[in-house]
């Protein structure tokens, strides 16, 4: 690509990193507001397990986006300021709300904060994808075949909210 061009149309490198950040936020959204869309007629566990699944397909197809995500999310500078708080805090607001939603039925124990919640299922999620290359080195399965991405989101939503009844899709 003519370096030229990022400037022309980006305003440099910085500008280019933000949209690319900001598209792949926008697809994940998407994903998973088709999920919370279609999961009406499910009960917490239906609609808890339909989102971990679409979240495992998304994170399983965008593994790079996972890596980003770590990498800036362990530095405390402004590009960590600039995700957090345009993308990454409303996605943590719509998980508290799910989460503690479930709580107040009784689906999730209330004891535990729900903010282990989610950083155990975004890293019971997406540690598999983000090491895929340690994982197929050391036990010679791809974790980006699509079977072994359903499997996943079977064994996620197993040990967070126990044997399915129904499992939607």
């Given at each position: 690509m003519n370096l030229g061009l990022i400037k022309?149309?980006?305003d440099g490198k910085e500008r280019l990193w933000q949209e690319?950040?900001?598209?792949s936020f926008e697809e994940l959204a998407a994903g998973l507001g088709e999920a919370l869309e279609e999961a009406g007629p499910y009960d917490d566990r239906g609609r808890m397990a339909l989102l971990v699944r679409r979240y495992v397909r998304w994170v399983a197809a965008n593994p790079e986006f996972v890596r980003l995500i770590h990498e800036e999310g362990k530095r405390d500078g402004p590009r960590m300021h600039w995700l957090v708080?345009?993308?990454?805090r409303p996605f943590f607001e719509a998980t508290m709300q799910?989460?503690?939603?479930s709580q107040a039925t009784g689906f999730l124990p209330p004891h535990i904060d729900a903010i282990h919640f989610h950083?155990?299922?975004?890293?019971?999620?997406?540690l598999i994808f983000h090491q895929a290359p340690e994982c197929r080195r050391l036990t010679g399965r791809d974790p980006s075949d699509d079977s072994f991405v359903e499997a996943h989101a079977d064994a996620v939503t197993h040990l967070f909210f126990g044997p399915p009844e129904a499992t939607p899709e």
């Open positions: 022309y149309y980006f690319s950040v900001g598209r708080d345009r993308y990454v799910a989460l503690k939603g950083y155990i299922l975004i890293g019971a999620v997406a």
